[in-house]
């Protein structure tokens, strides 16, 4: 399979797990409204969504021994499919050996920090019908859930970094799938809290074994040589990996402390509404990164053969795709909000249009740093560390001002300025630098192109919302739904695929009318 294939396969794995996970979680949200009382339901939100933060415990060796383990690939050449040299299957060996011992010693340490700081900061709520020991209780159990899925982490590595991608996002979306139907019955079955916590535990169970035994039948060449220890590895691994730690840090604190102001600010009972709509975009965002995240081993394999050509090439791919979904996206999200949340989650829980324009506009910018990061970052350039951990720090500081003055709007804005002071800017600077690309290059080929598609998908999305604003939620959300599907099908047409592409696009479509038509007649 070719490296554009791999990339391909590994973006649909990708789509099809985030969307699975996302149709479940649609099916979930409701439930969870009509099922707990609304501070049982505010509070599973608010520590569901800080379990989540707790990926940083692993300090940043995740990508580290990731990217370790794909330049090690990358010595037996760029082509995914040329078998492994000894040096290669020595030196891979040796890394999943030093991962694994590592990452036992960081899941203990994942459980005993996560569940002191959490316990810190849960003794500070208010609350009137959850007894506190029962948030200790869910939230412990949610602590080892996680150290759980560190332990996993070496096979996840492995995987990924040999140029499995994708495989490993089609083991999570089956067993999260499973996670969450079992939490959905939990629910409906009068499940608290720490129910919906215990199954949390159990999916993550069953996702390592079913890794490690996919790992094992994928790959056991690289399961018949016995690794050992590095030291000397470990060490020189350790700078990077604190560094893309650091990064991670810095990611948190922007995208992932808004419910923690608005609970303390507030009370939990204003998280949801907020949250939900964080969540329709962050979605869009996460949907669309996936050729980013997909593509960064193969850049890696690239980088380290020399090949920068083709790594420009993908890179120039995932910028216009992934514009193109958040873009397209966010149009019909904004212009079709109060229809969506109505359909989902029912009359009510619709935050208003600017904060979902303030969302929008966020990860617009955000899915163009992340796909120049995530490739800047696959040749071993963990240089946004501290930028990221200002962009945080500024995040925070604002929110504080933009709350108390200007209310959830303030909070949403805030995130959007911080980033554009610090981290925006700087990230496609470095980027373009690391990667020998000029700006003025990039602001024709790029910047330009998607600016055009994300205002001509406004317009008709706009359009589209005021000709169907007498009618049902259901035909405004399909009108604009149609409308942002459209331009986002014409940028992927015009500034994606190539000719030879399209070319073979027009005769697989041709095909399959023709053989349709066949057994109509």
């Known amino acids: 399979m070719s490296i554009s294939r791999r990339i ?75 078998p492994f040299t000894e040096e290669s299957r020595s030196e891979i060996a040796d890394l999943v050996a030093t991962g694994i011992r590592l990452y036992r010693l960081l899941a203990v340490g994942a459980f005993v920090i996560s569940f002191g700081l959490g316990l810190y ?23 080892l859930s996680h150290a759980l899925t560190v332990w996993a982490t070496p096979w996840t590595c492995l995987l990924q970094g040999v140029g499995h991608v994708g ?32 199954v949390a535990a159990a999916g993550a169970i069953l996702q390592r074994a079913t890794i490690l035994g996919f790992a094992r039948r994928k790959q056991p060449e690289l399961f018949s040589l016995r690794g050992r220890w590095r030291g000397d590895w470990f060490k020189e691994m350790a700078p990077y990996a604190w560094r893309a ?43 669309a990164g996936v050729f980013a995240t997909s593509s960064s081993v193969f850049i890696s394999h690239l980088w380290q053969a020399g090949d920068l050509e083709e790594v420009r090439k993908i890179l120039w791919r995932n910028l216009r795709l992934g514009l193109a979904v958040v873009g397209c996206g966010g149009a019909a999200v904004l212009t079709g909000g109060e229809a969506i949340f109505n359909l989902w989650l029912g009359p009510g ?30 040749t071993e350039d963990e240089a946004f560390a501290m930028v990221t951990l200002l962009g945080g720090t500024l995040k925070i500081g604002l929110s504080l001002i933009g709350l ?18 610090a981290v925006h800017w700087f990230v496609v600077w470095r980027s373009l630098r690391r990667l020998g690309i000029e700006v003025s290059t990039y602001v024709r080929e790029i910047a330009i192109p998607a600016t055009v598609f994300i205002g001509v998908a406004l317009i008709l999305c706009i359009s589209a919302s005021w000709f169907t604003q007498s009618t049902t939620d259901t035909v405004k959300l399909a009108a604009v739904s149609a409308a942002g599907g459209l331009v986002f099908l014409s940028a992927v047409w015009s500034s994606v695929l190539n000719s030879a592409q399209r070319s073979r696009l027009i005769r697989a479509v041709g095909t399959c009318l023709f053989r349709s038509g066949k057994c109509w007649r």
């Open 349 to 378: 829980n619709y935050i208003g249009p600017l904060i979902i324009l303030l969302f929008a506009v966020s990860f617009i910018l955000e899915q163009q740093s992340y796909v120049l990061s995530t490739s800047c970052r696959a």
């Open 8 to 82: 391909l396969f590994g973006a649909a794995a990708s789509w099809f797990s985030r969307g699975l996970t996302i149709l479940l979680g649609l099916i979930l949200m409701p439930v969870l409204f009509r099922t707990l009382p609304k501070e049982e339901l505010g509070l599973w939100l608010l520590i569901g969504q800080s379990a989540a933060i707790l990926g940083v415990l692993d300090f940043g060796f995740g990508i580290t021994l990731t990217r370790r383990l794909a330049f090690a690939r990358g010595k037996s050449g760029s082509d995914p499919t040329a």
């Open 245 to 287: 730690w650091l990064t991670a840090m810095g990611t948190i604190l922007v995208q992932n402390t808004d419910n923690l102001f608005i609970a303390s600010a507030r009370g939990v009972e204003s998280v949801p509404a907020f949250r939900a709509a964080f969540l329709v975009v962050l979605n869009l965002h996460m949907l």
């Open 167 to 198: 495989w490993d996002a089609l083991i999570a979306s089956f067993t999260g799938a499973f996670t969450l139907l079992a939490q959905i019955v939990t629910a409906l079955a009068g499940g608290g809290i720490v129910a919906l916590a215990a």
């Open 404 to 421: 108390k003055l200007f209310g959830l709007a303030g909070l949403a804005g805030a995130n959007l300025v911080a980033q554009l002071l």
């Open 121 to 143: 900061y849960l003794r500070t709520l208010e609350l009137e019908s959850v007894a506190l020991r029962t948030v200790w209780t869910a939230w412990g159990v949610l602590c």
